[in-house]
């Protein structure tokens, strides 16, 4: 049990490592209110495309990348 504890745990370094190099990460914690605002938006996206998908009228604005 200890050994597969261990290398769980080596999992987990190696898995915040890498988190740690990500974009997101890195943006969140430099700009925490720019990425929460960029968070709000995907998500605002997300769930207008799923009311325009399943209701007659569509008021979602289309966004260009």
Do not use: H, R, W, Y
């Amino acid at each position: 049990m200890n050994t597969n504890l261990k290398k769980v745990q080596d999992a987990n370094k190696e898995i915040a490592k890498l988190l740690a190099n990500t974009d997101i990460i890195k943006n969140s914690l430099a700009n925490p209110k720019a990425s929460e605002e960029k968070i709000n938006e995907e998500v605002d996206l997300f769930f207008g495309a799923i009311d325009c998908a399943t209701n007659i009228e569509c008021v979602q604005s289309v966004q260009n990348p």
